[in-house]
Each structure stands twice: as structure tokens, then as C-alpha cells.
């Protein structure tokens, strides 16, 4: 192994020892069984961790991340995580967090190809599409760019509560709370965006599927 890995080992050996002394008994425990309240779908960028910002420990949240947050429908990824976190673990709360100064975000909205990864974004250039007439209005492209995040947040959110696996687990019962929260990497600070949705009645009739 190289020098690199070596240390990556050397750093988990340390971390394990100080978790344990802090926690007697935490990886016995954990090993038995997992049991977070909470899902969270986030980007895979490395300045947004999703446990730390959040103060929480291993075993307090499941987390799917991919680049820019996105939920497709037609992604087997998200959608085996979302329905192993509603009908297995039974999560109480689904959070999607997108970050300002996004990086697919920004590449959306740019007009060049990036590779594979434009076939990912297409969604986000969507959203902008759609409210093309709001962008225009802005001058400041780092504006453009921080809301298209927001909103990409808020059109996550609703693609969760689309899903069957969501409005099923609501149909049967189950107390289910989707939110779309936003990170910012410059001062480290979660703003909630205000959109919570909690039952199959608070999203468009379009979309919700009655038995």
C-alpha cells in the first residue's frame, strides 16, 4: 500500500480508539443494529459531510449522497435507499440538502460540455428552463447559481414525496416528514428552506397515486 492509504488506516485506528473510550460499548452495539430517524440525501461533495454538520454520531442517520442531490426517477440508487430507509428502518424524517456555490449545479447552468455528468444535470437545467424568466432577471451570476440550488432543493423534495415508496408508507399510516434544508460552505450553516411535506394531501393531485 501506499503512503496515502497508510495514513487513512493510521487516522480510522486512532478514531476508533478515542470513539470507543468516549462511547464504551458503541461498536458492539452498532454492530448489532442500526436505527436512525432520520435519511438523508445530500451531495457528494466533500466539504458537505453529512454526520458532522449535522453533530451527529454513526448509527443516527442513513445517508445517500450523488452529485447536486438529485432524486430521478429513474435512478435504482436513491430509489433502493429511500425504500430501504422507509419500510425497513422506519425513518421518521427524509432530509434533502443541497449547498450554495454548487458544482453540478454550476455546470447546469453552464452551456459546454462536462462529459457523462450532463446527462446526470439535465434535470437542474430543467428547473432553469422553467424559470428562465426569474434568472434573467438577475445580473449576478453567484445569484443565479445560489438560487437554481435552492430551487433544485425544493423540486428534490417534491420528486421524494412523487415516489410510491413515500405515498405508500403515508397511505399505510406511517409517520413520514419530508424537508428540504440548504448548506453554507463559507460560515458552515444549515438554512431551512421552509418546505416540509408530510402527507399524500399537501402534494399535487397530479401526482399522488390512490390505491
Known amino acids: 500500500m501506499g503512503s496515502k492509504i497508510e495514513q487513512l488506516i493510521e487516522n480510522n485506528l ?3 480508539e478515542q470513539f470507543e473510550n468516549i462511547n464504551p460499548g458503541i461498536f458492539n452495539k452498532l454492530s448489532k443494529q442500526q436505527n436512525p430517524n432520520y435519511l438523508w440525501i445530500g451531495c457528494s461533495d466533500s466539504r458537505v459531510p453529512a454526520n458532522t454538520i449535522v453533530g451527529l454520531q454513526p448509527g443516527e442517520i442513513f445517508v445517500h449522497r450523488n452529485v447536486a442531490n438529485l432524486v430521478n426517477h429513474s435512478d435504482m440508487n436513491v430509489l433502493s435507499v429511500l425504500e ?18 454548487c458544482g453540478g449545479v454550476k ?13 446526470w444535470l439535465r434535470s437542474i ?18 445569484e443565479k447559481i445560489d438560487l437554481l ?10 420528486n421524494i414525496c ?5 405515498q405508500n408508507a403515508w397511505q399505510e399510516g406511517q409517520e413520514v ?23 399524500i394531501d399537501e402534494i399535487e393531485t397530479i401526482y399522488q397515486l390512490n390505491k
Open 14 to 16: 486512532k478514531w476508533a
Open 84 to 101: 430501504y430507509a422507509v419500510k425497513v428502518l422506519q425513518v421518521k424524517d427524509i432530509i434533502l440538502c443541497g449547498h450554495y456555490g
Open 107 to 119: 455546470a447546469a447552468l453552464e452551456q459546454k460540455e462536462h462529459g457523462i455528468v450532463d446527462n
Open 125 to 142: 437545467k430543467d428547473i432553469y428552463s422553467v424559470n428562465q424568466k426569474t434568472f434573467q432577471e438577475l445580473s449576478n451570476e453567484l
Open 149 to 158: 440550488c435552492e430551487m433544485n432543493v425544493v423540486e428534490q423534495v417534491r
Open 162 to 166: 412523487h415516489t410510491s415508496i413515500v
Open 177 to 199: 416528514s419530508v424537508h428540504g434544508v440548504i448548506y453554507s460552505i463559507k460560515d458552515g450553516i444549515i438554512k431551512d428552506l421552509n418546505i416540509s411535506i408530510r402527507s
